[in-house]
């Protein structure tokens, strides 16, 4: 591509093989290995079997090397300030997510299970950028209480600091798909938490289309 092109693309904001469709944002939001990678229902993971490159193992889970040192910061400032915060479920393959997924629509049908789970090849838990968090005690996990434990406020008032957001946002399943999931961190890097405020998405920051439902 001639630069006067990939220009001419660049103002169009059209997506190319070579350019991001946000290039103008100054992220890339398609490529699988990208920090800032946008996966959700419309938009899965390409390849759908992609394994991070370097996969980094904290208290047990793994994250991608940059994520994990993130998080392993953002506990440590946690536990400082008297919040004991663990991991819950880090990276997860294409099979895992399978399985995880298949389970999910065993037990509770899959209009219910796509509501809470991804589906493989569409999973942020794949690209080793999103841990799901939890207290030490134990409280609330999993659940939307949980973002009234010590762990949950320390997240949700911390977590940008650190590059974390809260992918799932409360009120935010028209647009994301996914019920309230204040346990559900994702990094993408400090200086673009800082923008996503509130209870706003990436899809909505990138001014993607709501993705509710598989295409």
Request: net charge neutral; with cysteine; hydrophobic share 40%.
């Amino acid at each position: 591509m001639t630069g006067a092109v990939a220009g001419l693309v660049l103002a169009l904001g059209m997506a190319s093989p070579s350019v991001p469709a946000v290039a103008a944002t100054g992220y890339d939001i398609d490529s699988a290995s990208s920090l800032q990678v946008v996966v959700n229902k419309h938009r899965p993971l390409n390849p759908a079997s992609y394994v991070p490159s370097q996969l980094v193992r904290v208290q047990g889970e793994l994250l991608q090397a940059q994520a994990a040192n993130a998080y392993k910061q953002f506990s440590k400032a946690a536990k400082a300030a008297g919040v004991n915060v663990i991991p819950i479920s880090g990276y997860r393959s294409y099979s895992q997510q399978a399985s995880l997924y298949n389970s999910y629509v065993n037990q509770y049908g899959q209009a219910t299970a796509d509501t809470i789970a991804a589906r493989p090849g569409y999973s942020e838990h794949q690209t080793g950028l999103a841990i799901d968090i939890g207290n030490a005690s134990g409280t609330c996990a999993l659940e939307a209480c949980f973002a009234t434990t010590p762990a949950g406020m320390w997240a949700a008032q911390h977590g940008r600091e650190y590059g974390f957001i809260i992918r799932y946002p409360d009120g935010a399943d028209a647009i994301t798909g996914y019920t309230y999931e204040p346990w559900h961190l994702r990094y993408v890097g400090p200086a673009l938490a800082g923008k996503i405020t509130g209870s706003m998405t990436l899809e909505g920051y990138f001014g993607l289309e709501a993705a509710p439902g598989y295409l």
